[in-house]
């Protein structure tokens, strides 16, 4: 005790090496973290404890009668006592105490039944109010130990219609969605709890209702975030590809589900428990067996039952287990991975129609953030409408197989922008859709994609790894959102490109009424917005353009409220050939130096669509911020519009950019 000067030292060793009989495969396309990644505690506990607290709250179909059943769950050694006095509040969301009851309490073995409140008309909790109300619980015993616990608790009722909509609160409620993993450039999974907050406040400003948290029990800190801006939740245990291992296997599975739910119980926003994603892709067993997959699955459809019977069980991709779960996910990625992005009404419809309960996840495209494109559908002339939408085995491969817009395409922001304005125009017109959910809300690192445009990232995100919007975030926006808004699109693109005169399609993204798009001053008249008017609800101008400079302005109009956007870009109109050496600048922010590439032709022109690759290096005594897994932040990545971008940590030193097949270039700072 000397050595440590009257402290007790706590060592924790963790241990990431792969065992084939460990949830989740190796297979699965997202890293599988080692290490402490979110908070610990040592937690002291006194002779009596609250280990667990079950609120159950409930309420009619009409709203107007709730309930709110509690259970409790006391360490072990509470079960010497003989006896305590319990009491229990129910808090309203405004802070006042509506009920109060207290009990005596003589048996604290396994999960005790405390009480339960009666309360006429509750104020429901849904995505436009989430309202929570506390169950408080305080246990005293002779000696005058007190054990204290607080649960925050929310009364709704939802319903996946049979073959119909989802239903909340006697409404139909469009799910919108989207995805969500622990990783952030620079961190990881070791996400700071502002970091989370702000990832999750972006959702919510985009417009989204609705989150499958993807693919393992998430922090706490998420939930409750979910719980206090209305997020309703899908969360799910990580079985996820590589097969059905053995009995220490499906054993982990059921305790990382009963805990799962356990430890999530109370929380308004959970409304699925997911049992498992793409269980139909073998690889890491000499066994792949259906059958026992399917018996498997059963158990553990049980077994979330009766831990909760108050939410449903779901699935995603596995055709061979869809009748068993309560609520099923076929794959569909109609426009990326298979077909084209028209089919997606008509894909979907044909999967609504082989379950009784459907909600789509998983929708959307690579996109490498900066890169933009004129004509983003040049790039896919044999690509065909094929009435299928699944993804198959080397779908994710950019090279190789059918012709598809994952290899075929130019992973542009201009096509996902594309992608997307059809996809939630048409979800608009589905009123059978229960709701679909985009993946994912944020690029993230991955050992399965070495060969995307950033190495080892999946880049389908609406933002970047560092939860930098992409262009694509301001479409979902502009069919969610509530608050007005309007993003004329291409901030990232500051040189479009054509011939002389041509005309030049500028779109603005807006959920207002409508908007006037003016030019160098001049007004381009004003477009009422209709969501079905693909692309961009309407809001579209085609307008000339010659060699030079322009500014752009939206004013926006909903109701009385006006709002503007207005950006800058240059139009090049002379051509290129094939890039001959790299330009190189510089610019310097405090203690931060940024370099700029550029690559152009022997007679120096702009090559606007290069997608070479960039190495970069660095000589000094500050450091490179590479490693970051975003397109300026990283080491080794495509160009954008034939640039590219990093930074350094310091204003001194040398910066090499490398690309085949050109002269090595170099600057110093």
Same mark, same amino acid.
């Given at each position: 005790?000397?050595?440590?000067?009257?402290?007790?030292?706590?060592?924790?060793?963790?241990?990431?090496?792969?065992?084939?009989?460990?949830?989740?495969?190796?297979?699965?396309?997202?890293?599988?973290?080692?290490?402490?990644?979110?908070?610990?505690?040592?937690?002291?506990?006194?002779?009596?404890?609250?280990?667990?607290?079950?609120?159950?709250?409930?309420?009619?179909?009409?709203?107007?009668?709730?309930?709110?059943?509690?259970?409790?769950?006391?360490?072990?050694?509470?079960?010497?006592?003989?006896?305590?006095?319990?009491?229990?509040?129910?808090?309203?969301?405004?802070?006042?105490?509506?009920?109060?009851?207290?009990?005596?309490?003589?048996?604290?073995?396994?999960?005790?039944?405390?009480?339960?409140?009666?309360?006429?008309?509750?104020?429901?909790?849904?995505?436009?109010?989430?309202?929570?109300?506390?169950?408080?619980?305080?246990?005293?015993?002779?000696?005058?130990?007190?054990?204290?616990?607080?649960?925050?608790?929310?009364?709704?009722?939802?319903?996946?219609?049979?073959?119909?909509?989802?239903?909340?609160?006697?409404?139909?409620?469009?799910?919108?969605?989207?995805?969500?993993?622990?990783?952030?450039?620079?961190?990881?999974?070791?996400?700071?709890?502002?970091?989370?907050?702000?990832?999750?406040? &972006?959702? !919510?400003? %985009?417009?989204? =209702?609705? $989150?499958?948290?993807?693919?393992?029990?998430? +922090?706490? *800190? #998420?939930?409750? /975030?979910?719980?206090?801006?209305?997020?309703?939740?899908?969360?799910?245990?990580?079985?996820?590809?590589?097969?059905?291992?053995?009995?220490?296997?499906?054993? &982990?599975? !059921?305790? %990382?589900?009963? =805990?799962? $739910?356990?430890?999530?119980?109370?929380?308004? +926003?959970? *409304? #699925?428990?997911? /049992?498992?994603?793409?269980?139909?892709?073998?690889?890491?067993?000499?066994?792949?067996?259906?059958?026992?997959?399917?018996?498997?699955?059963?158990?553990?459809?049980?077994?979330?039952?009766?831990?909760?019977?108050?939410?449903?069980?779901?699935?995603?991709?596995?055709?061979?287990?869809?009748?068993?779960?309560?609520?099923?996910?076929?794959?569909?990625?109609?426009?990326?991975?298979?077909?084209?992005?028209?089919?997606?009404?008509?894909?979907?419809?044909?999967?609504?129609?082989?379950?009784?309960?459907?909600?789509?996840?998983?929708?959307?495209?690579?996109?490498?953030?900066?890169?933009?494109?004129?004509?983003?559908?040049?790039?896919?002339?044999?690509?065909?409408?094929?009435?299928?939408?699944?993804?198959?085995?080397?779908?994710?491969?950019?090279?190789?197989?059918?012709?598809?817009?994952?290899?075929?395409?130019?992973?542009?922001?201009?096509?996902?922008?594309?992608?997307?304005?059809?996809?939630?125009?048409?979800?608009?017109?589905?009123?059978?859709?229960?709701?679909?959910?985009?993946?994912?809300?944020?690029?993230?690192?991955?050992?399965?994609?070495?060969?995307?445009?950033?190495?080892?990232?999946?880049?389908?995100?609406?933002?970047?790894?560092?939860?930098?919007?992409?262009?694509?975030?301001?479409?979902?926006?502009?069919?969610?959102?509530?608050?007005?808004?309007?993003?004329?699109?291409?901030?990232?693109?500051?040189?479009?490109?054509?011939?002389?005169?041509?005309?030049?399609?500028?779109?603005?993204?807006?959920?207002?009424?409508?908007?006037?798009?003016?030019?160098?001053?001049?007004?381009?008249?004003?477009?009422?917005?209709?969501?079905?008017?693909?692309?961009?609800?309407?809001?579209?101008?085609?307008?000339?353009?010659?060699?030079?400079?322009?500014?752009?302005?939206?004013?926006?109009?909903?109701?009385?409220?006006?709002?503007?956007?207005?950006?800058?870009?240059?139009?090049?109109?002379?051509?290129?050939?094939?890039?001959?050496?790299?330009?190189?600048?510089?610019?310097?922010?405090?203690?931060?130096?940024?370099?700029?590439?550029?690559?152009?032709?022997?007679?120096?022109?702009?090559?606007?669509?290069?997608?070479?690759?960039?190495?970069?290096?660095?000589?000094?005594?500050?450091?490179?911020?590479?490693?970051?897994?975003?397109?300026?932040?990283?080491?080794?990545?495509?160009?954008?519009?034939?640039?590219?971008?990093?930074?350094?940590?310091?204003?001194?030193?040398?910066?090499?950019?490398?690309?085949?097949?050109?002269?090595?270039?170099?600057?110093?700072?």
């Amino acid at each position: 005790m000397k050595r440590f000067g009257g402290m007790v030292p706590v060592s924790v060793r963790t241990d990431n090496s792969r065992d084939v009989e460990i949830m989740p495969s190796n297979l699965s396309d997202f890293n599988v973290y080692g290490g402490l990644y979110r908070y610990v505690n040592l937690v002291y506990a006194p002779k009596l404890h609250v280990e667990k607290v079950f609120a159950a709250a409930q309420v009619d179909q009409a709203g107007k009668k709730g309930t709110v059943n509690v259970r409790a769950r006391f360490n072990k050694e509470a079960a010497g006592t003989n006896s305590a006095e319990v009491k229990l509040n129910l808090i309203d969301p405004s802070g006042k105490t509506l009920q109060s009851k207290t009990v005596q309490l003589q048996n604290f073995k396994g999960d005790v039944n405390i009480s339960t409140f009666d309360i006429n008309k509750p104020i429901l909790w849904s995505p436009d109010q989430p309202m929570l109300y506390t169950a408080e619980l305080t246990a005293t015993i002779d000696d005058g130990t007190i054990a204290t616990h607080k649960e925050k608790i929310g009364f709704k009722n939802f319903e996946f219609v049979k073959k119909g909509p989802f239903m909340l609160n006697g409404k139909r409620l469009l799910l919108r969605g989207t995805h969500r993993h622990e990783d952030h450039g620079g961190v990881g999974a070791a996400m700071t709890e502002d970091l989370m907050r702000k990832e999750m406040i &972006m959702m !919510k400003e %985009m417009g989204v =209702n609705f $989150i499958r948290l993807g693919h393992y029990q998430q +922090s706490r *800190i #998420i939930l409750n /975030l979910c719980d206090s801006l209305g997020i309703l939740v899908w969360e799910e245990i990580p079985w996820c590809r590589g097969g059905l291992g053995g009995e220490s296997y499906q054993a &982990m599975g !059921k305790r %990382m589900l009963t =805990n799962m $739910i356990e430890q999530h119980y109370n929380h308004p +926003s959970v *409304i #699925i428990w997911g /049992l498992g994603n793409e269980n139909d892709w073998p690889g890491d067993f000499p066994e792949f067996d259906t059958l026992k997959i399917r018996n498997y699955m059963k158990e553990l459809n049980d077994l979330s039952h009766k831990l909760d019977p108050s939410r449903k069980t779901a699935i995603r991709r596995c055709d061979f287990c869809k009748d068993i779960v309560d609520v099923y996910s076929p794959s569909i990625w109609a426009g990326w991975y298979r077909g084209r992005y028209e089919e997606y009404k008509e894909i979907s419809r044909r999967g609504f129609e082989s379950v009784d309960r459907f909600l789509h996840v998983e929708w959307g495209a690579d996109n490498h953030a900066l890169r933009h494109s004129e004509d983003p559908e040049a790039y896919l002339k044999e690509v065909k409408a094929t009435g299928e939408g699944d993804e198959r085995s080397g779908d994710a491969v950019r090279r190789g197989g059918n012709a598809r817009a994952s290899s075929d395409g130019d992973w542009s922001e201009s096509y996902f922008v594309n992608l997307a304005d059809w996809t939630l125009k048409e979800q608009e017109t589905m009123p059978w859709l229960t709701g679909a959910a985009q993946w994912p809300f944020k690029d993230f690192s991955t050992p399965a994609r070495p060969e995307n445009p950033i190495r080892y990232m999946n880049q389908k995100g609406v933002t970047e790894r560092d939860l930098t919007k992409k262009e694509t975030y301001y479409v979902f926006q502009s069919y969610w959102a509530q608050k007005p808004m309007v993003h004329i699109y291409g901030h990232t693109w500051p040189v479009r490109w054509g011939n002389e005169g041509e005309e030049k399609m500028i779109k603005a993204f807006s959920n207002c009424d409508e908007a006037e798009l003016i030019v160098n001053g001049k007004s381009y008249g004003k477009k009422k917005r209709q969501s079905q008017d693909f692309p961009a609800a309407g809001l579209r101008w085609n307008i000339p353009l010659t060699k030079g400079t322009y500014h752009v302005k939206a004013i926006a109009k909903k109701g009385k409220t006006i709002i503007e956007d207005e950006m800058s870009f240059e139009y090049q109109t002379e051509k290129w050939g094939k890039p001959a050496k790299m330009l190189l600048t510089k610019s310097t922010s405090g203690d931060t130096t940024t370099v700029y590439v550029q690559l152009v032709d022997k007679n120096g022109v702009r090559c606007l669509d290069a997608k070479n690759n960039f190495r970069y290096g660095y000589t000094g005594s500050g450091r490179i911020l590479d490693n970051l897994g975003t397109s300026r932040g990283s080491r080794y990545v495509e160009a954008f519009n034939g640039r590219g971008q990093i930074s350094v940590k310091g204003t001194n030193g040398f910066v090499s950019v490398q690309c085949e097949g050109l002269p090595n270039a170099f600057i110093e700072l």
